[in-house]
């Protein structure tokens, strides 16, 4: 089992850059394929990125591509999502999730979650 805490968010301009980090807890956060989420108001959950366990394979939502780099740390049991450019559309609350099955885009695939951070970019 992992528990994971996600840090980071804020209030930024659009251009403007944040890094969001998702700490988990446990000795086996590197054997876990992890994934960041968001969800805006009045929408649905959708994906933004996610890498696997080793962090050799990276996957990103076409929305997202080219402004955003994800990453972790096995060493410090810590994962990152770099966000450039960011637009006010990429407001949202973002999730941190984990799985050990599969690296993957749809939310349901993953078992754990954390509690999200607010990212709001004003226009």
């Known amino acids: 089992q992992v528990q994971l805490v996600e840090s980071g968010g804020g209030l930024v301009q659009a251009g403007d850059s944040l890094r969001l980090s998702c700490a988990a807890s446990?000795?086996?956060?590197?054997?876990?394929?992890m994934g960041w989420f968001r969800q805006a108001p009045g929408k649905e959950r959708e994906f933004v990125a996610a890498?696997?366990?080793?962090?050799?394979?990276?996957y990103y939502a076409d929305s997202v591509k080219g402004r955003f780099t994800i990453s972790r740390d096995n060493a410090t049991n810590t994962m990152y999502l770099q966000m450039n450019s960011l637009k006010f559309e990429d407001t949202a609350v973002y999730y941190c999730?984990?799985?050990?099955?599969?690296?993957?885009?749809?939310?349901?695939?993953?078992?754990?979650w954390g509690q999200g951070t607010q990212v709001t970019v004003s226009s």
């Open positions: 999730a984990a799985d050990r099955r599969r690296v993957g885009t749809i939310g349901s695939d993953y078992d754990y």
């Open positions: 446990g000795r086996t956060f590197s054997r876990y394929h």
């Open positions: 890498i696997s366990w080793s962090g050799g394979s990276t």
